[in-house]
């Protein structure tokens, strides 16, 4: 801007000089507080797994690799927690691309019914393990085709299906149903009869680590990002996700996609 004598022109330029400097300085301390609490989440998150490979092994040097037996068991627990490391450290990555804004979206036409059919084929063993039946009705026998990320929203159906699964009661039942709205889109849903969820948490269960059950005691407890990830995904598509639960009944997500013919 041209420098100018006019005292009150100046007074101006200075005001809003200031004010525009406030701001960025808040926006600062926003984000380093943001960078600060995420940090406190990460290692809080990593130590859980981390202490518990650290803990098997040392018993294993102290002399319990002497038992066969013990050997295998303490191994195998100590393979699970590294599992989990790497679960964590992957939606870890994901949610700081995501949130940095530094996923591009690769769109294409796919079928969202084979799509769901493959998610189901992965984790139809461990929705056994529960005795889960994982349901997806027959009409669908036609393609549905969207247009959007398909390894993403993979992803989202994985997401939301695991967690219908993990909370959901053992002989429960997971249903995914896909409707079509106005607007050339569709609604996909993804219903469980499981534990459900207290209403006063439902506003938070976006929020990355965010856990119902803070604990940690339940085996299958995740890291806490799913849940964040699917809304990231869905979002950027300029999509929506909604939740509607309701204690020790069951819970609904649903999300929206815009078809293609
Ligand atoms: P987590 O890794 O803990 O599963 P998510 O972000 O996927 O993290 O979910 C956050 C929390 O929301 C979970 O810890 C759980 O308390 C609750 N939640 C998610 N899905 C369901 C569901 N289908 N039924 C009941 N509670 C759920």
Redesign the pocket.
């Known amino acids: 801007q041209p420098i100018t004598t006019d005292m009150e022109t100046l007074t101006k330029q200075v005001k809003k000089f200031a004010t525009d400097k406030k701001l960025e300085i808040e926006t600062l301390k926003v984000r380093e507080e943001y960078r600060r609490e995420f940090l406190g989440n990460v290692s809080h998150e990593l130590k859980t797994p981390l202490f518990t490979v650290q803990g098997y092994l040392s018993t294993l040097l102290d002399g319990a690799m002497d038992d066969k037996k013990i050997r295998k068991k303490y191994l195998e627990r100590a393979e699970k927690g590294v599992e989990r490391l790497v679960y964590i450290v992957e939606d870890l990555d994901m949610i700081s691309k995501l949130e940095m804004g530094d996923v591009n979206l690769e769109l294409k036409k796919f079928n969202i019914v084979d799509l769901v059919q493959s998610v189901f084929d992965l984790l139809e063993m461990t929705a056994d393990k529960k005795n889960i039946i994982l349901m997806f009705d027959r009409k669908y026998n036609k393609a549905i085709n969207v247009f959007a990320d398909q390894e993403k929203i993979q992803q989202v159906l994985s997401?939301l299906i695991m967690?219908?699964i993990?909370?959901?009661k053992e002989n429960g039942t997971t249903e995914v149903t896909i409707e079509d709205l106005v607007n050339e889109k569709i609604i996909v849903r993804v219903r469980?009869n499981?534990?459900?969820?207290e209403k006063q948490?439902i506003p938070r269960?976006f929020e990355r680590f965010?856990?119902?059950?803070k604990s940690g005691a339940r085996s299958e407890?995740?890291?806490?990002?799913?849940?964040?990830i699917v809304k990231h995904i869905i979002e950027a598509h300029g999509e929506k996700i909604y939740v509607e639960?309701e204690f020790r009944k069951g819970?609904e997500?649903s999300f929206t996609l815009e078809k293609h013919q």
């Open positions: 997401n967690n219908s993990k909370y959901g469980d499981g534990e459900g969820i948490y269960l965010f856990r119902v059950d407890g995740g890291s806490g990002l799913g849940l964040s639960s819970s997500f």
